[in-house]
């Protein structure tokens, strides 16, 4: 019912910048429920940057000041602006996100398992 698309992703040298776009159709968001995560080969898969259901943003302890999200409610897409970027932030980006019935809260929202709609990821690496 929910449908997720990201884009954004790329090739950037360290330091560089990107910025990663969700864009959900099918049915309505909630944006406090919707979240970005990452994934590296042979890694789990990790909360980075997500919106509980009172409306605050957690962000990953490795990403803070340098991560931010940005929300178009009338575009309803989720946006995650990326500054100064290292070679460990290299990994495939998954936007998500949460049944409004179980949207969950801010503490909650860097556990993947609490999102159920998940779009197809975009790949950023980061080069040294």
């Known amino acids: 019912q929910v449908q997720l698309v990201e884009s954004g992703g790329g090739s950037v040298q360290a330091g560089g910048t990107l910025r990663l776009s969700c864009a959900a159709s099918g049915a309505t968001v909630n944006s406090n429920c919707m979240g970005w995560f990452r994934q590296a080969p042979g890694k789990e898969r990790e909360g980075v940057a997500a919106i509980g259901r009172d409306g605050t943003t957690t962000y990953a302890d490795s990403v803070k000041g340098r991560f931010t999200l940005h929300v178009d409610y009338v575009k309803n897409t989720l946006y995650l602006q990326m500054n100064t970027l290292k070679p460990e932030d290299s990994a495939m980006y998954y936007c998500?996100?949460?049944?409004?019935?179980?949207?969950?809260?801010?503490?909650?929202?860097?556990?993947?398992?609490?999102?159920?709609?998940w779009g197809q990821g975009t790949q950023v690496t980061v080069s040294s």
């Open positions: 998500a996100a949460a049944r409004a019935w179980s949207c969950p809260t801010a503490e909650a929202t860097m556990d993947p398992q609490n999102f159920r709609y």
